[in-house]
């Protein structure tokens, strides 16, 4: 008797221990291949690696300044992109295809509106005996003080970019500014600034959204190209810029 009551226990005893070891079998092997499966994922790391041009980690909306602007650019509302480049774009034929002048234009459309505005006074008085109310036109001063506070920001920050290239701490800056200087001088003796201003603001409707579209096709010949500046660039530099004399440079005492 006491041998068949101790066989049930033991019997129970091993059944729990195998199902402990069983247990503990499957979990460590769903580690590993928990593990396993974890160990591919990181082509994030690679991701990271990417090239991008001009350096940015962010998108491109987020680069364009994020905003109504950079909506207009990238075409998000595609009425309010379309409407701002034909605006453009009829102010350009206006100015420099008709040759229309600023000073006349603003003259011919004073005329024609107080023209309208008087006449549409007169009819109203003789109509209704009552003199027309006509809306006043008050222009807030907010906007134009951003526009101003924002052009004066920008055009310190490039005060102290070019008075750091001139100070000749940075050899490669200062040879790619006076490159930029001397196309941007060339296309300006072929065209005017309204061109150019125009030619900007067409580039900036259609460079931007194109490549947001396609930035996975345009990178790797970006960075194609980039290899190839840089490679060239050593090579100018081994065999010109590193044959100018240098002085050396005083440090100031304070």
Sequence with gaps: MTEHSENPVESVKEKISEELHGHDSSSSSS?????????????????????????????VHHVLGGGKPADVFLWRNKKVSAGVLGGATAIWVLFELIEYHLLTLFCHISILSLAVLFLWSNAHTFIHKTPPHIPKVHLPEQPFLQ?????????????????????????KKF???IAGLWVLSIVGSWCNFLTIFYIVFVLLHTVPV??????????????????????QYAVFDAKVLSKIPKGPLKTKKV
């Design 175 to 177: 040879l790619i500014v």
């Design 147 to 171: 526009i101003v506070s924002a052009l004066t920001i920008e055009i310190n920050r490039a005060l102290v970019v070019l008075r750091s290239i001139a100070s000749g701490r940075d050899l």
């Design 31 to 59: 580690s590993d291949s928990d593990s396993d499966t974890k160990k591919p994922d990181s082509p994030s790391s690679v991701k990271a690696k990417i090239f991008r041009l001009f350096g940015r980690d962010r998108p």
């Design 210 to 231: 194109i490549y947001d579209k396609y930035e996975d096709k345009i990178d790797p010949i970006a960075e194609k190209a980039t290899i190839e500046i840089k490679r």
